[in-house]
């Protein structure tokens, strides 16, 4: 689908979000709210379970959207994904399915489906291209969730081939942002750095330790500039191949970490423990193909950090004791 394409999310565009008030779903919510548009249908999980099929099917044929925007998934950082594979692999795989049929049953054209850059091999060229997949073998720690998503991208290319709908799959980068998941055990390494730098830091204590050697490199990506990528992909991409949306940026897990030193103001140190799992040694994509297509990230790690900073003091109270 080229730029000229006869698609566009307009204010009268009926948007099914799942997943949308999770981290990237609520992001994709306002950035739809920022273009006009009036029919975004969000449900929350005790308004609509996507692990119940029978109940997806009949929400989606009662409301009919022009787009599905599949944002759901269950996700967690090394520790969650090490601990409970069974879940990860499963639940995913049911929740894509369900919400692909149902699409499917209701005549859905558009459908974006979000993966993630874990599907790729653990020791791909780098920066990672699109033609990566499924060319080497998993990082172990989250081989689960990557195959689940792996699943997710063939039946959306399955669909296209069988019936010729307009469905893609778009794989971001390590995203971050206002709205995430602060849990102690469960979070991503954004998140979880921040709030145990945080905490050391309310504490007074004089280090923090961090898991790993500090050596692996990572892409950080601002959730909103995710939702803006999403919408544009809606309008702008039409392809059974898989697209990459990173920053284009790369860091290491150490300067990560110093930088949050340096936005939350702790003053004591990092302690790196080398007895715990680094995960893939580098994952950083190539981000050439949506380039190409006119789109580009516009905050900074720095400024991405500090505003997920704010948001978790703004909502510090409810995590405590979580």
Known sequence: MSADSPFSVSPETKVFVAGGRGLVGSA???????????????PTS????LLDRDAVVAYLAKNT???????????????????????FLSENIQIQVNLMD????????????LGSSCIY?????????????????????????????????QQVQAHRKQYDRHWISAMPTNIYGPGDNFHPEDSHVVPALVRRIHEAKEAGAREVVIWGSGTPLREFLFVDDLARAIVFLAEHYDSGEI??????????IRELA????DVVGFEGELVFDTSKPDGTPRKFLDNSRIEALGWSPQVSLRDGLRETYQWFLEHAESFRGK
């Open 28 to 42: 994709v919510v306002r950035e739809l709210e920022s273009r006009g548009v009036t029919s975004i249908d969000a």
């Open 46 to 49: 005790s308004e609509l379970n």
């Open 65 to 87: 959207p022009d787009l599905v925007i599949d944002a759901a998934a269950r996700v967690g950082g090394i520790h969650a994904n090490n601990t409970y594979p069974a879940e």
């Open 102 to 113: 149902a699409a499917a049953q209701a005549g859905v054209d558009r459908f974006v489906f």
């Open 121 to 153: 091999p653990k020791f791909a060229p780098q920066p990672i291209p699109e033609d990566s997949l499924m060319t080497g073998e998993l990082e172990e720690t989250n081989s689960a969730y990557a195959v689940a998503k792996i699943a997710g991208i």
């Open 243 to 252: 697209i990459n949306v990173g920053s284009g940026e790369e860091v290491s």
């Open 258 to 261: 110093e930088t949050i030193v």
